[in-house]
């Protein structure tokens, strides 16, 4: 079985920069995940890619199959999670461009399964415990320090910190929930951040968001709106920045068995009901 220690997990942009990629398919007791998996080497790791939204960008963000995700990365060897995404900035000063590696997150999702720990059986027979694992620091202490390193390394200064909120799209916000969203002083909005960062923890991975701001969200800004066409747009324009960032950001990452985050022991020794993959 091909075998993995990193996981990347964004857009269809970034797994051609693979070496001698391998495309395994994986299924999950959730399903499939959004697509295959591409394994390949990368700064001298072995990284598996997954595209969030299939190849082609077929699936809306709540129709990902964020569970699925997760656990196909992991069952492959994956213990370290990089998850690059478009964002809308909720701040002037964060205008296109801009690279935010947020340390918090607000959920204002409504749909998506954002738990392994549901008490439903799974399809080999065992059934998961209720357990609630602390997402206080949603994020990897240790992933968020190489990631603001690999790209102060690439002189792209990046925003150590802010708050990434999520709603479930695929529209984008009014202006009112906009300016709701910038009053509580949040830095981000995006769609696909959660629950992805969350189920990592629940298996015990390190989860990093590295966020690339594409547009001013509606209420940070006077025009027309954010328009698809003006996201993709920008998010072309640094597809090969953010590819060398996480170039690096794979790079420094620790081996996995010498991993000292609090990812690490997440559920606490306790047990889940079922066997990790
Ligand atoms: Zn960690």
Redesign the pocket.
């Known amino acids: 079985m091909a075998n993995a220690e990193i996981g990347v997990i964004g857009g269809s942009g970034f797994y051609s920069f693979l070496d001698d990629v391998t495309e395994i398919q994986v299924d999950t007791p959730y399903g499939p995940p959004s697509d295959s998996l591409f394994l390949g080497d990368l700064a001298g790791r072995r990284v598996a890619f997954l595209p969030r939204h299939g190849r082609g960008h077929h699936l809306p963000p709540h129709r990902i199959n964020y569970r699925a995700n997760l656990w196909a990365l992991r069952s492959v060897g994956v213990r ?1 999670v990089l998850g690059p995404c478009a964002v809308g900035g909720l701040r002037p000063e964060y205008g296109p461009g801009t690279l935010l590696v947020p340390d918090q997150l607000v959920d204002r999702t409504k749909s998506r399964p954002g738990t392994y720990f549901d008490g439903l059986p799974l399809p080999d027979g065992s059934v998961p415990n209720v357990v609630h694992v602390s997402l206080a620091d949603p994020y ?4 968020r320090s190489a990631a603001l390193k690999a790209a102060r390394g690439r002189e792209w200064e990046p925003v150590d910190g802010g708050t990434l909120v999520v709603i479930e799209g695929p529209r984008f916000s009014t202006r009112a929930e906009s300016l709701w969203h910038q009053a509580q002083g949040w830095s981000v909005v995006g769609m696909t951040g959660h629950p992805e960062a969350a189920l990592a923890r629940e298996l015990e991975l ?1 989860y990093t968001s590295l966020t690339l701001v594409t547009d001013l969200d509606a209420g940070a800004e006077t025009g027309e709106g954010v328009s698809h066409e003006e996201v993709l747009r920008v998010f072309a324009a640094n597809v090969d920045r953010m590819r060398g960032v996480l170039f690096d950001a794979v790079a420094a990452l620790p081996a996995t068995e010498e ?1 000292d ?4 022991n997440a559920l606490g020794g306790l047990n889940p009901g079922f066997e990790l993959p």
């Open positions: 370290q990897c202490s240790t992933g390190c991993r985050c609090l990812c690490v």
